[in-house]
């Protein structure tokens, strides 16, 4: 009983069943009034459909107001149970301590923090931070190739046939931007590729489009693919072109155009993960201040925690699971016994892809964990600020000291002239 009834204080339940309060007394007892006032008080809830009332029959569940009005209602009713009392009573006395504490506790707000969602969240955001420290690196790496293509050197050039450079094999080099030479060979191998490639498939496609009986939907396809392929086939001749009689400057400048969008996708790269770094740490202080329900919001608080709860549980079981994957692969040895009774242990050679594997699985884990750590805190801090504040008193202060501060503004310049 001590249980239940701090529970009540904590997240307003009541340590008796309702239905006590409509059979606690017999036609003609003196406290039979009493005690109807006080089944109506658990029945001021929305929750309590009609049938409820009519048949004395509620769950405890349905008791709890769900909005300012029901807890004053609450309480009229609960004063009115007081008043109309005729023999004392210690049972009715503790019911009505109760529910007094369920309305003082309504009318207040109470934390209800997930903190296993704000551990998710920042674990999210240092990875996010770490993210956005390589994308540094990158963007300061296409600056870096930028200034190499600046610093070119002129320097003789070679010349391929379009037609046979697509079928040679080719390593491309680490820095292609090191020389205007390693650039122009790898911009014309990367056009013959496109080009011999477009050149191959363009028969194909029409032989597709000689068969007999073949269906509409494919005979779109391959009309579409034939298309696009004689277009690029004339697209990339067009680019070997260009690279065959562009001069020094001309090539520079080329290299400086593919430079530029490598920039800004670097850079773009970036401000993508920074956005979302910067967004979850904002949320954070916003969620804090977004789960702070008052109690009569609690019902509306328990159905959707019960509905996030469950995929809270999803998460932490497949993040779970991930980790103990992860954590049960061992590392097997092979062992050889030696004649002189001495033994010698070697890795079998799959070291190194169960490390691999064992590494992923715990960072598949952390990312499982994390995404639904974020999705959980960007949902409650949304429907927490829709339920638990109301926006339109505070739009209404706010617009009221806007004109009071307008019309103290106007007094003071009134009084200057």
Same mark, same amino acid.
């Given at each position: 009983?001590?249980?239940?009834? #701090?529970?009540?204080?904590?997240?307003?339940? %009541?340590?008796?069943?309702?239905?006590?309060?409509? &059979?606690?007394?017999?036609?003609?007892?003196?406290?039979? $009034?009493?005690?109807?006032?006080?089944?109506?008080?658990?029945?001021?809830?929305?929750?309590?459909?009609?049938?409820?009332? @009519?048949?004395?029959?509620?769950? $405890? +569940?349905?008791?709890?107001?769900?909005?300012?009005?029901?807890?004053?209602?609450?309480?009229?009713?609960?004063?009115?149970?007081?008043?109309?009392?005729?023999?004392? &009573? $210690?049972? /009715?006395?503790?019911? %009505?301590? =109760?529910?007094?504490?369920?309305?003082?506790?309504? #009318?207040?707000?109470?934390?209800?923090?997930?903190? #296993?969602?704000?551990?998710?969240?920042?674990?999210?955001? /240092?990875?996010?931070?770490?993210?956005?420290?390589?994308?540094?690196? +990158?963007?300061?790496?296409?600056?870096?190739?930028?200034?190499?293509?600046?610093?070119?050197?002129?320097?003789?050039?070679?010349?391929?046939?379009?037609?046979?450079?697509?079928?040679?094999?080719?390593?491309?080099?680490?820095?292609?931007?090191?020389?205007?030479?390693?650039?122009? =060979?790898?911009?014309?191998?990367?056009?013959?590729?496109?080009? &011999?490639?477009? !050149?191959?498939?363009?028969?194909?496609?029409?032989?597709?489009?000689?068969?007999?009986?073949?269906? $509409?939907?494919?005979?779109?396809?391959?009309?579409?693919?034939? !298309?696009?392929?004689?277009?690029?086939?004339?697209?990339?001749?067009? !680019?070997? =072109?260009?690279?065959? +009689?562009?001069?020094?400057?001309?090539?520079?400048?080329?290299?400086?155009?593919?430079?530029?969008?490598?920039?800004?996708?670097?850079?773009?790269?970036?401000?993508?993960?920074?956005?979302?770094?910067?967004?979850?740490?904002?949320?954070?202080?916003?969620?804090?201040?977004?789960?702070?329900?008052?109690?009569?919001?609690?019902?509306?608080?328990?159905?959707?925690?019960?509905?996030?709860?469950?995929?809270?549980?999803?998460?932490?079981?497949?993040?779970?699971?991930?980790?103990?994957?992860? @954590?049960?692969?061992?590392?097997?040895?092979?062992?050889?016994?030696?004649?002189?009774?001495?033994?010698?242990?070697?890795?079998?050679?799959?070291?190194? %892809?169960?490390?691999?594997?064992?590494?992923?699985?715990?960072?598949?884990?952390?990312?499982?964990?994390?995404?639904?750590?974020?999705?959980?805190?960007?949902?409650?801090?949304?429907?927490?600020?829709? #339920?638990?504040?109301?926006?339109?008193?505070?739009?209404?202060? @706010?617009?009221?000291?806007?004109?009071?501060? !307008?019309?103290?503004?106007?007094?003071?310049? &009134?009084?200057?002239?």
């Amino acid at each position: 009983m001590e249980n239940k009834k #701090r529970e009540g204080k904590e997240d307003g339940y %009541v340590s008796f069943d309702p239905d006590e309060l409509k &059979n606690a007394t017999q036609e003609g007892d003196p406290n039979d $009034e009493a005690y109807e006032l006080l089944w109506e008080a658990t029945c001021v809830s929305s929750h309590v459909d009609d049938v409820d009332k @009519a048949t004395g029959h509620t769950e $405890e +569940d349905n008791i709890y107001p769900t909005t300012p009005e029901e807890v004053d209602a609450m309480e009229d009713l609960v004063n009115r149970a007081e008043a109309a009392l005729k023999v004392p &009573n $210690e049972e /009715f006395s503790q019911r %009505v301590s =109760e529910l007094r504490e369920i309305i003082k506790w309504s #009318r207040k707000r109470h934390w209800k923090l997930n903190w #296993r969602v704000v551990v998710g969240v920042l674990i999210s955001v /240092f990875a996010l931070y770490m993210i956005t420290d390589s994308r540094d690196g +990158d963007v300061q790496k296409e600056l870096n190739n930028v200034e190499q293509v600046e610093n070119w050197e002129e320097m003789p050039l070679t010349y391929f046939n379009l037609d046979s450079l697509g079928q040679t094999k080719y390593v491309f080099p680490k820095d292609k931007y090191a020389t205007v030479k390693i650039w122009h =060979e790898q911009a014309q191998r990367i056009v013959a590729w496109d080009y &011999n490639s477009a !050149k191959v498939s363009i028969p194909q496609n029409e032989a597709e489009l000689q068969k007999p009986d073949l269906s $509409e939907s494919l005979k779109e396809f391959y009309t579409k693919q034939l !298309k696009n392929n004689k277009k690029k086939l004339k697209e990339n001749l067009e !680019k070997y =072109e260009e690279l065959q +009689d562009a001069s020094f400057k001309k090539l520079q400048k080329m290299a400086l155009a593919e430079l530029d969008e490598e920039v800004d996708e670097a850079k773009s790269s970036k401000r993508f993960v920074m956005f979302w770094n910067i967004f979850f740490i904002l949320l954070i202080p916003v969620y804090i201040f977004a789960a702070r329900p008052y109690g009569y919001t609690i019902s509306r608080h328990r159905r959707e925690a019960a509905n996030l709860g469950k995929l809270e549980k999803i998460g932490l079981w497949l993040s779970g699971g991930l980790f103990a994957a992860g @954590a049960g692969i061992g590392f097997v040895d092979i062992v050889t016994k030696w004649s002189d009774g001495s033994e010698s242990r070697e890795d079998d050679g799959t070291g190194p %892809v169960r490390l691999a594997i064992k590494v992923g699985l715990f960072a598949l884990a952390v990312i499982v964990f994390c995404c639904v750590s974020c999705f959980l805190m960007l949902y409650a801090t949304i429907t927490g600020l829709i #339920r638990n504040y109301d926006w339109k008193v505070v739009k209404a202060k @706010a617009v009221s000291a806007g004109k009071a501060a !307008k019309a103290k503004y106007d007094e003071v310049k &009134n009084e200057r002239k």
